[in-house]
């Protein structure tokens, strides 16, 4: 079975902090996925990567940045953390478009 | 651009009874939709999937039926039990081979 690691399950930093947030899978999958769920809006893309050093924007980018230097870690990267980034971060792989694997998630909160 | 949405954000059932979890897309172009399960504090985790090409999938106690004259797809649950108590959303594969995901459907199942 494909693994999708989180490196924080709870993280709490201060407004205007860099926050990294980390996924690693286990298997070589080629497109690796950051979304943000929240209460009522559901899950929405922020940056996905199709390749290592690829990435492409998703729906809410701003705010964020990603890095995928190798295929198996794909972070998401909060340049300066405001309260309206407090959310559940969700990261997926998938080996073709299909079918995503998550990992079990961040909840990050930002006071 | 697509919408995929829920027509009930809550649902509860009779532990036993089956039920049904209903979705609206958009796209009329979209080829292949996913139903993903939450559980509290875990990330999604795959059901069941269909292609546009068929119009019924069945999996073990889950059925998934899309109906692609009037773009709905929907989950059903057969003998619902306390552990299929969770969110479940939704997800369709647009033409950027990404997957747009609704809002999700809490269950919950009554002892």
């Known amino acids: 079975d494909v693994k999708v690691t989180q490196s924080s399950r709870y993280l709490v930093k201060r407004t205007g902090e860099k926050v990294f947030l980390e996924c690693v899978q286990d298997m070589d999958h080629e497109n690796m996925f950051w979304y943000r769920q929240d209460p009522g809006l559901g899950l929405r893309l922020i940056y996905f990567?199709?390749?290592?050093?690829?990435?492409e924007k998703g729906d809410i980018p701003e705010g964020y940045s990603v890095s995928r230097e190798k295929k198996e870690r794909f972070s998401l990267i909060l340049e300066s953390a405001s309260t309206n980034q407090t959310s559940m971060y969700l990261c997926?792989?998938?080996?073709?478009?299909?079918?995503?694997?998550f990992g079990s998630g961040t909840r990050l909160t930002v006071v | 651009g697509e919408s995929v949405g829920l027509h009930l954000p809550t649902l509860s059932v009779q532990e036993g009874d089956n039920s049904i979890i209903n979705c609206a897309y958009s796209?009329?172009?979209?080829?292949?939709f996913i139903w993903y399960k939450q559980e509290s504090g875990k990330g999604p985790q795959f059901i069941i999937d269909i292609r546009s090409n068929m119009d019924k999938r069945q999996g073990q106690r889950v059925t998934v039926l899309l109906n692609k004259t009037v773009k709905h797809l929907s989950l059903q649950i057969a003998a619902t039990q306390p552990g299929d108590s969770a969110v479940y959303f939704c997800a369709e594969r647009g033409g950027a081979n990404n997957l747009f995901f609704g809002t999700g459907t809490r269950l919950t199942v009554i002892p």
């Open positions: 990567s199709y390749d290592v050093k690829m990435k």
């Open positions: 997926a792989t998938a080996a073709r478009p299909m079918g995503y694997t």
């Open positions: 796209n009329s172009a979209s080829d292949y």
